[in-house]
């Protein structure tokens, strides 16, 4: 399995670049649809149809359920999701209290490049450990990804 650098944080921001032995396209499938999230993100994942707008929930049985809407998307480019992390179990989104998470895709030799930044931090009650707690999840997610489409899971 590929092994990546670390999430860094800078300023309000959290943001990993991993490599990943597959293509453009499966990389996509695994960020956008909910079958496949739910093989590596969260254990459990509702969205509607990938477009901007589209809202849906991701649910970790150990942390509850983050409602999400897509904030914007450039198949199979980018995508980007809002998510609530300080309502978990909400059935919505605040946008005065909530982060965005953007994954990029580039083709390159061997497979895709994905980038994760994660940005608003500064709008939730505890910047410091939401940026050390989503920091460290990445980690951990995206090293699931990887597995998960490298078929090491």
């Excluded at 609530?84 to 605040?94: H, I, K, L, Q, R």
């Excluded at 980038?115 to 999840?137: C, I, M, W, Y």
Aim: aromatic residues 10%; glycine residues 8%; hydrophobic residues 40%.
């Amino acid at each position: 399995m590929t092994t990546n650098e670390q999430s860094v944080i800078d300023g309000f921001t959290v943001r990993r670049t991993i490599h990943i032995n597959a293509p453009v396209d499966k990389v996509w499938a695994a960020i956008t649809e909910p079958q496949h999230l739910a093989k590596w993100f969260p254990d459990r994942a509702e969205l509607e149809p990938v477009s901007v707008g589209a809202t849906g929930s991701f649910e970790w049985d150990d942390y509850g359920t983050q409602p999400v809407i897509v904030e914007a998307v450039d198949a199979p480019h980018s995508i980007a999701y809002r998510w609530g992390n300080e309502a978990p179990d909400s059935a919505t989104v605040d946008p005065e209290h909530s982060t965005v998470f953007t994954f990029t895709l580039v083709p390159v030799a061997g497979g895709t490049q994905l980038t994760v930044v994660e940005t608003g931090f500064e709008t939730l009650t505890d910047p410091a450990a939401s940026l050390e707690g989503n920091r460290g999840g990445w980690n951990f997610e995206l090293d699931q990804l990887v597995a998960y489409l490298e078929g090491a899971a």
